[in-house]
């Protein structure tokens, strides 16, 4: 329904990038090189600058892009006010997600929402919490999902399910099903993930409220992403703590074991992040219940499943 050179040209603007428009889009990049030479001679004026390499846009394209915006979202209304008319959702829905629940949870979550939704079409970016709530901030994506605090005043962030992280060790290391003291973990070679990091947040919080600030503790090496510092513990490189959603699979196969840490509180909130404003509609607002609906029996599961344990 939206003009595609419209679509294109949103794209590239978004990006300043050709090569990144075009990955996008699923386009080659002189194909996205060709629509907006293309629309740059339909309106008689050029709508990017490309100097030294970079790419920005002209006062012409700046002009257009809040149009081009507009234009977007009215082709994305009407097609969901169709689906509306017919009992149905329709329409596109852009997400962020933070690295553990994009990679171990998200998955589960659009699986069951399209079977409902069918006619959905989702595109789902992936990076830590601070670049998905960035994303979110600069209308790349219509919604984050994040695994640490929102540290920014512009958004409305509701926490939709309770996480748990585990400290995790090689199966043969002395830790490996046991109890430590926090004291314990000043002298660990302690595997990190990046500053930037909803996990690592999370971690040195607890940390600190268990009385060790960050620069008591003995970081070994720092990575960016879930599975290199799993793969990093599994080496015997060092010990980590990670969801418990990212290491089940590991924990079943033996190839990592769990150690609790005495006193220290390892609980986060996977949450929902969106932009200040009204309660979203139409996909959104479909998307963002489902997702609250989801979280809330998974958390009412895992209370059950405590309680039968303690008896």
Same mark, same amino acid.
Do not use: C
């Given at each position: 329904?939206?003009?595609?050179?419209?679509?294109?040209?949103?794209?590239?603007?978004?990006?300043?990038?050709?090569?990144?428009?075009?990955?996008?889009?699923?386009?080659?990049?002189?194909?996205?090189?060709?629509?907006?030479?293309?629309?740059?001679?339909?309106?008689?004026?050029?709508?990017?600058?490309?100097?030294?390499?970079?790419?920005?846009?002209?006062?012409?394209?700046?002009?257009?892009?809040?149009?081009?915006?507009?234009?977007?979202?009215?082709?994305?209304?009407?097609?969901?006010?169709?689906?509306?008319?017919? !009992?149905?959702?329709?329409?596109?829905?852009?997400?962020?997600?933070?690295?553990?629940?994009?990679?171990?949870?998200?998955?589960?979550?659009?699986? !069951?929402?399209?079977?409902?939704?069918?006619?959905?079409?989702?595109?789902?970016?992936?990076?830590?919490?601070? $670049?998905?709530?960035?994303?979110?901030?600069?209308?790349?994506?219509?919604?984050?999902?994040?695994?640490?605090?929102?540290?920014?005043?512009?958004?409305?962030?509701?926490?939709?399910?309770?996480?748990?992280?585990?400290?995790?060790?090689?199966?043969?290391?002395?830790?490996?099903?046991?109890?430590?003291?926090?004291?314990?973990?000043?002298?660990?070679?302690?595997?990190?993930?990046?500053?930037?990091?909803?996990?690592?947040?999370?971690?040195?919080?607890?940390?600190?409220?268990?009385?060790?600030?960050?620069?008591?503790?003995?970081?070994?090496?720092?990575?960016?992403?879930? $599975?290199?510092?799993?793969?990093?513990? $599994?080496?015997?490189?060092?010990?980590?703590?990670?969801?418990?959603?990212?290491?089940?699979?590991?924990?079943?196969?033996?190839?990592?074991?769990?150690?609790?840490?005495?006193?220290?509180?390892?609980?986060?909130?996977?949450?929902?992040?969106?932009?200040?404003?009204?309660?979203?509609?139409?996909?959104?607002?479909?998307?963002?219940?489902?997702?609250?609906?989801? !979280?809330?029996?998974?958390?009412?599961?895992?209370?059950?499943?405590?309680?039968?344990?303690?008896?």
């Amino acid at each position: 329904m939206e003009n595609f050179r419209l679509r294109v040209f949103r794209s590239v603007a978004h990006h300043l990038n050709f090569r990144a428009a075009a990955e996008q889009l699923r386009l080659t990049q002189p194909a996205v090189t060709q629509q907006i030479k293309t629309l740059e001679e339909e309106l008689d004026t050029a709508l990017f600058l490309r100097t030294a390499g970079k790419v920005s846009l002209t006062p012409a394209g700046e002009a257009l892009l809040p149009y081009a915006e507009r234009l977007a979202q009215t082709a994305e209304n009407a097609r969901e006010a169709v689906a509306a008319a017919e !009992g149905r959702s329709a329409g596109r829905l852009t997400l962020a997600a933070s690295q553990t629940i994009a990679q171990y949870l998200l998955p589960h979550l659009l699986a !069951g929402f399209l079977r409902e939704h069918p006619h959905v079409e989702i595109v789902s970016q992936t990076g830590n919490t601070h $670049e998905a709530l960035a994303t979110l901030a600069e209308h790349k994506a219509q919604l984050a999902l994040i695994e640490g605090p929102a540290l920014r005043q512009d958004v409305q962030v509701r926490p939709f399910m309770t996480d748990h992280m585990l400290l995790i060790v090689p199966p043969d290391h002395a830790w490996a099903g046991s109890t430590i003291t926090v004291a314990q973990l000043r002298e660990a070679p302690l595997l990190l993930r990046e500053r930037g990091s909803g996990s690592r947040r999370i971690v040195e919080q607890a940390l600190e409220s268990a009385g060790i600030k960050a620069r008591e503790l003995n970081p070994r090496m720092t990575f960016d992403s879930t $599975e290199a510092l799993l793969a990093a513990v $599994e080496a015997g490189l060092g010990v980590a703590f990670v969801s418990q959603w990212a290491v089940r699979t590991q924990l079943q196969l033996g190839t990592l074991q769990s150690a609790k840490v005495q006193g220290l509180r390892l609980e986060r909130s996977f949450s929902i992040a969106r932009l200040s404003g009204p309660e979203p509609t139409g996909v959104l607002g479909s998307f963002s219940r489902f997702v609250l609906e989801q !979280g809330a029996a998974f958390d009412h599961l895992l209370a059950k499943s405590k309680s039968s344990r303690k008896r």
